[in-house]
């Protein structure tokens, strides 16, 4: 029997296998060079605290160095100085820094990966109407834990300080002269005096201290009782439609009742964070479920400035007596310190 030949087509079959293998391999090997080892990225950590006010114009700035430092824009690329940047001005309510990011953490731009991290962050930014934020929060989910430190307020932020003072004793329920720090500032200089009139009468009614009220009603409105806001929120208190029907508002175009429900509003959220201003003026503007999600002051530049403006025009005072059998208080509150222990890092 004559040995078995192989054709010459075989052969090069074989042949060419051979080289294919070999060139997969290196293809693989050079891959595996080229992209670099995910677990390895590093994870920066959270700026220090800031020493002072920070103004809008530096929050911009932050910005602007971090997308150089991101892209190699005149500057070394560093992504992680660019997060450290990002942070500074996320946790001033910078939607645009948020969602950057964000992105960072979710691709792994020279950062580690923390998708749980970046929900919080892209929620952020979607709830102060950036549109591309919008999608990419829908699809990772609702966030979950505690927000990540650049969405906390700055530990030493003259509005936002997270060392609280000591609490102050709870209020009597039959309580109704003010806090004596109150009483001592002038109203408003615009505001009419048949408006500080009113409130000065009915202000007690509610156990608020005046003060409080026309600070409050000359931010929202101006003392305009035909203010209209984009969102719908109308008249001298800038009561939201749910809001008013909360707290029996009929008609929110009446000057009277207008007043009378930012009053009844006002002394809820007093006795939900327990006589806390910062809180309640947050709530107030953004909303309790935002202040309790992110445990203090949201991160939306709207409303820091809303809180610092207004705290700014009440000397800075953080307590208000308050009724504490209006409501039970905010679970929130029992949950401040052990965020305050978390590990300061980006995650």
């Given amino acids: 029997m004559k040995p078995r030949r192989h054709l010459p087509g075989a052969r090069a079959a074989r042949r060419g296998s051979a080289v294919l293998a070999a060139s997969l391999f290196w293809l693989a090997a050079a891959h595996a060079q080229a992209v670099p080892d995910l677990s390895s990225l590093p994870r920066p950590e959270t700026p220090p605290p800031e020493r002072g006010p920070v103004v809008p114009a530096q929050v911009e700035r932050w910005r602007a160095e971090a997308k150089a430092y991101e892209y190699g824009d005149g500057v ?18 910078d939607a645009e820094s948020q969602f950057n990011l964000a992105w960072m953490l979710t691709n792994a731009r020279g950062i580690e990966r923390d998708e749980a991290q970046a929900a919080h962050l892209f929620a952020a930014a979607a709830e102060q109407g950036l549109p ?63 408006i500080v009139r009113f409130v000065d009468l009915v202000a007690p009614e509610y156990k608020l201290a005046p003060q409080l009220v026309l600070a409050v009603m000359a931010t929202e409105s101006g003392f305009d009782p035909g203010a209209l806001s984009p969102k719908n929120a109308q008249g001298l208190m800038q009561l939201m439609p749910d809001t008013a029907a909360r707290f029996k508002v009929r008609k929110l175009s009446d000057p009277v009742e207008n007043i009378r429900g930012g009053m009844a509003y006002l002394r809820w959220l007093l006795a939900y964070y327990q006589g806390d201003v910062l809180f309640t003026l947050a709530a107030y503007n953004a909303g309790e479920g935002a202040v309790d999600r992110y445990r203090g002051v949201p991160p939306y530049a709207e409303t820091r400035a809303y809180v610092r403006r207004i705290l700014a025009s009440l000397g800075g005072q953080r307590w208000h007596p308050y009724d504490a059998s209006v409501t039970p208080p905010s679970p929130m509150l029992a949950t401040l310190s052990a965020a305050a222990a978390l590990p300061n890092r980006l995650r």
């Fill in 76 to 93: 070394p690329r560093d992504a992680v100085l660019a997060a450290q940047l990002y942070c500074r001005a996320a946790r001033y309510g």
């Fill in 132 to 194: 591309q934020a919008v999608n990419m929060a829908a699809s990772l989910g609702t966030p979950l834990g505690p927000p990540p430190p650049c969405l906390r307020p700055p530990e030493q932020d003259p509005v936002t300080a997270a060392a609280k003072p000591a609490p102050a004793p709870r209020a009597r329920p039959g309580l109704r002269a003010p806090a004596s720090a109150f009483a001592a500032l002038p109203p408003p200089a615009n505001a009419p005096q048949p």
